[in-house]
């Protein structure tokens, strides 16, 4: 009671309203207490960003980066479902063991290191910490973000332990507000307290890893069933759920997939595992330095096997893992909590067609620059989105996007026409399809060129520029050196697997702390490796040789 007291208050000193005063404390029953908070008469603007991992950290960075003048009576609240800020790099909570049907609050798995450079993961001039190896285990990454809060006193905006459940839009008059109700849990006894009240911007960061997309096939029940005696129970799971390889000692498994999950935890089981078969679409390449067998795609189960497209079967195949990605969902803007984004995969429907925001579960449209909401239900800057975009460096893009809404939210004249917007997104869409992307699938893939995904960071930049709202330095937003790093990414990855084979990593990395530092320390590797490469042509083969798309995921 005392804790719930204590929010009460903390909330009405923090926030506006939503005018309906019989929901304060509407109820107590059942340990919720529901309450709305009056408006309070200095809040000229009123903002919610939802995720406090890379993105939302980001675009809570930028908006209060706005000139103190400019952002003068606004309210900027950041809610986060979790206990603490990091998004996917914050671990399971302690105790915790994955278990469909529940969807893990986050896909990491303990042996996570990333598979870029951290030096290109971070937001504009606030590198990792020094002494961090460059390709970090999570917790660096986690450090990071939670250092990044900590620096910037972003803590004072951030509600953790608060999930927003529904944001229903109210239009009036041309212009309109959310009504967005949270659940906030204060691991008190008492349970969970609803937060319903009203925001005139919706800033959603809620990232693509959380909801596995979970393929089908006939014969799956007569498989799972029908486990033969003295073997452990056939399961078929979603590698969210995965976390140890030790599950896996001595067992026959398939591997779905071929992204950097279904390689990345293929390398992990395969010296445990009896055998692990790969199973991916036509001509993907399977986990390299591995034993892995490669299959093709699976047609379908029998009680006593698994049938591949190619007619052949496997009889003792003990656990299939579905490395096989995510939907994109927003179960807050969606059916059946709201109806602001509709969940729809026919063809018929595209952006110029849709009635209203879609998500086909794949991708967000019609959006200017996988940004603002262009339905026609509301102003392009009430419903934003940051961390869309993938295969680009995360931080600094989802910093940049934030940039771009917060000069909008300050100043709506900034963006092009409604008409413009929507032209220009369907100009990438098909570009992209004439490229061979379908855009309704990979549209939030950044692959229209090698160059799109820097390049797009400096066009929302410049964009800014060009409209006077931040002053021109002459300087591009995306360095030098972080173009070299991705133009060298395989390279890199080759020079630290050698420098970790030697276990030279402390000598490299000691004594670097300055962003400069940092970047000179990957064109002196680049430049080692490069060397011994010219002199060593025949140590190389074609597992060292990384295509781009398997760093940037
Ligand atoms: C296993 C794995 C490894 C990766 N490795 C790399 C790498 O090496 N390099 C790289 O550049 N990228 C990597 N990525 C990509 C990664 O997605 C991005 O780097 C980035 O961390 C994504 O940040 P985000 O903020 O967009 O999403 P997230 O980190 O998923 O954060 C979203 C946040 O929103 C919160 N949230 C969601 N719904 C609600 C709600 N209703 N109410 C309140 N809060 C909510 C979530 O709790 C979460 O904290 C990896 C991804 C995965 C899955
Ligand atoms: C969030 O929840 C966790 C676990 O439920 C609890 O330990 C923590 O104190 C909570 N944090 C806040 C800020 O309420
Ligand atoms: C498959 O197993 C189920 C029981 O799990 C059984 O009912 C069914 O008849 C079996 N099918 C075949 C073709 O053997
Ligand atoms: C795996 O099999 C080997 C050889 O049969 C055995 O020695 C080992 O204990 C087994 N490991 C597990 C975890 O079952
Ligand atoms: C959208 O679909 C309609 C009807 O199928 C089609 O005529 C139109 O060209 C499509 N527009 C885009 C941008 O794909
Ligand atoms: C808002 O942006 C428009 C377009 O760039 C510009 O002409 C106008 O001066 C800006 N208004 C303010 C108050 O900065």
Same mark, same amino acid.
Request: charged residues 20%; aromatic residues 10%.
């Given at each position: 009671?005392?804790?719930?007291?204590?929010?009460?208050?903390?909330?009405?000193?923090?926030?506006?309203?939503?005018?309906?005063?019989?929901?304060?404390?509407?109820?107590?029953?059942?340990?919720?207490?529901?309450?709305?908070?009056?408006?309070?008469?200095?809040?000229?603007?009123?903002?919610?960003?939802?995720?406090?991992?890379?993105?939302?950290?980001?675009?809570?960075?930028?908006?209060?980066?706005?000139?103190?003048?400019?952002?003068?009576?606004?309210?900027?609240?950041?809610?986060?479902?979790?206990?603490?800020?990091?998004?996917?790099?914050?671990?399971?909570?302690?105790?915790?063991?994955?278990?469909?049907?529940?969807?893990?609050?986050?896909?990491?798995?303990?042996?996570?290191?990333?598979?870029?450079?951290?030096?290109?993961?971070?937001?504009?001039?606030?590198?990792?910490?020094?002494?961090?190896?460059?390709?970090?285990?999570?917790?660096?990454?986690?450090?990071?973000?939670?250092?990044?809060?900590?620096?910037?006193?972003?803590?004072?905006?951030?509600?953790?332990?608060?999930?927003?459940?529904?944001?229903?839009?109210?239009?009036?008059?041309?212009?309109?507000?959310?009504?967005?109700?949270?659940?906030?849990?204060?691991?008190?006894?008492?349970?969970?307290?609803?937060?319903?009240?009203?925001?005139?911007?919706?800033?959603?960061?809620?990232?693509?890893?959380?909801?596995?997309?979970?393929?089908?096939?006939?014969?799956?029940?007569?498989?799972?069933?029908?486990?033969?005696?003295?073997?452990?129970?056939?399961?078929?799971?979603?590698?969210?759920?995965?976390?140890?390889?030790?599950?896996?000692?001595?067992?026959?498994?398939?591997?779905?997939?071929?992204?950097?999950?279904?390689?990345?935890?293929?390398?992990?089981?395969?010296?445990?595992?009896?055998?692990?078969?790969?199973?991916?679409?036509?001509?993907?390449?399977?986990?390299?330095?591995?034993?892995?067998?490669?299959?093709?795609?699976?047609?379908?189960?029998?009680?006593?096997?698994?049938?591949?497209?190619?007619?052949?079967?496997?009889?003792?195949?003990?656990?299939?893992?579905?490395?096989?990605?995510?939907?994109?969902?927003?179960?807050?803007?969606?059916?059946?909590?709201?109806?602001?984004?509709?969940?729809?995969?026919?063809?018929?429907?595209?952006?110029?067609?849709?009635?209203?925001?879609?998500?086909?579960?794949?991708?967000?449209?019609?959006?200017?620059?996988?940004?603002?909401?262009?339905?026609?239900?509301?102003?392009?800057?009430?419903?934003?989105?940051?961390?869309?975009?993938?295969?680009?460096?995360?931080?600094?893009?989802?910093?940049?996007?934030?940039?771009?809404?917060?000069?909008?939210?300050?100043?709506?004249?900034?963006?092009?026409? @409604?008409?413009?917007?929507?032209?220009?997104?369907?100009?990438?869409?098909?570009?992209?399809?004439?490229?061979?992307?379908?855009?309704?699938?990979?549209?939030?893939?950044?692959?229209?060129?090698?160059?799109?995904?820097?390049?797009?960071?400096?066009?929302?930049?410049?964009?800014?520029?060009?409209?006077?709202?931040?002053?021109?330095?002459?300087?591009?937003?995306?360095?030098?050196?972080?173009?070299?790093?991705?133009?060298?990414?395989?390279?890199?990855? @080759?020079?630290?697997?050698?420098?970790?084979?030697?276990?030279?990593?402390?000598?490299?990395?000691?004594?670097?702390?300055?962003?400069?530092?940092?970047?000179?320390?990957?064109?002196?590797?680049?430049?080692?490796?490069?060397?011994?490469?010219?002199?060593?042509?025949?140590?190389?083969?074609?597992?060292?040789?990384?295509?781009?798309?398997?760093?940037?995921?």
């Amino acid at each position: 009671m005392v804790n719930i007291l204590q929010l009460v208050f903390s909330v009405v000193s923090l926030v506006s309203f939503w005018r309906r005063p019989e929901d304060v404390f509407e109820s107590l029953h059942d340990g919720y207490a529901h309450l709305a908070v009056d408006p309070s008469p200095e809040v000229t603007k009123s903002i919610a960003i939802v995720g406090a991992g890379s993105a939302g950290l980001g675009a809570l960075k930028a908006l209060l980066d706005l000139p103190e003048e400019v952002r003068e009576g606004w309210e900027i609240v950041l809610y986060e479902a979790r206990r603490d800020v990091g998004g996917l790099w914050l671990a399971d909570p302690p105790g915790y063991e994955p278990t469909p049907p529940n969807v893990p609050e986050t896909p990491m798995y303990p042996r996570v290191h990333t598979n870029t450079p951290h030096t290109t993961m971070t937001y504009p001039h606030f590198p990792f910490r020094p002494g961090t190896p460059l390709y970090p285990s999570w917790e660096h990454v986690q450090t990071y973000h939670a250092d990044y809060a900590a620096h910037y006193n972003l803590t004072p905006y951030i509600n953790l332990n608060h999930t927003v459940v529904f944001a229903k839009w109210h239009s009036h008059d041309g212009t309109g507000d959310w009504h967005v109700e949270t659940h906030a849990q204060h691991g008190n006894p008492g349970g969970e307290v609803v937060i319903r009240r009203t925001f005139d911007h919706l800033v959603v960061a809620v990232g693509h890893n959380r909801f596995p997309h979970i393929p089908t096939w006939e014969g799956t029940d007569g498989w799972l069933t029908n486990t033969p005696a003295d073997s452990p129970t056939r399961e078929i799971v979603h590698s969210v759920y995965y976390r140890e390889p030790a599950k896996y000692a001595n067992m026959t498994v398939i591997m779905v997939g071929s992204g950097t999950s279904a390689r990345d935890i293929a390398q992990q089981i395969e010296p445990l595992a009896r055998v692990v078969y790969q199973s991916v679409k036509d001509g993907k390449p399977t986990a390299p330095d591995t034993t892995v067998i490669p299959k093709p795609a699976i047609s379908y189960f029998t009680n006593d096997s698994i049938v591949f497209e190619d007619g052949t079967a496997l009889y003792d195949v003990d656990a299939v893992i579905l490395a096989t990605g995510y939907d994109l969902r927003v179960p807050f803007l969606s059916e059946p909590q709201s109806s602001v984004m509709l969940t729809d995969a026919s063809p018929d429907v595209n952006c110029t067609t849709a009635p209203t925001l879609t998500d086909n579960l794949r991708y967000i449209f019609p959006l200017y620059q996988q940004i603002f909401n262009l339905a026609p239900t509301m102003p392009p800057t009430a419903l934003t989105f940051v961390g869309l975009p993938m295969l680009t460096s995360q931080s600094p893009t989802d910093y940049a996007q934030g940039l771009l809404i917060s000069h909008a939210f300050a100043n709506e004249s900034l963006l092009p026409s @409604r008409e413009e917007m929507l032209q220009n997104t369907v100009e990438r869409e098909e570009a992209l399809r004439a490229k061979g992307v379908d855009p309704y699938y990979d549209g939030h893939r950044m692959v229209l060129s090698d160059t799109e995904p820097n390049e797009y960071q400096d066009n929302l930049i410049e964009y800014l520029k060009q409209q006077g709202a931040i002053p021109d330095d002459g300087q591009r937003y995306v360095e030098e050196w972080r173009w070299f790093a991705r133009a060298n990414a395989p390279l890199l990855v @080759r020079a630290w697997k050698r420098v970790q084979k030697l276990e030279e990593e402390d000598e490299w990395i000691a004594g670097i702390e300055t962003e400069e530092e940092w970047a000179d320390l990957m064109v002196r590797l680049a430049h080692w490796q490069s060397e011994w490469e010219r002199e060593h042509p025949s140590r190389l083969d074609s597992s060292d040789i990384v295509p781009n798309e398997w760093l940037y995921g």
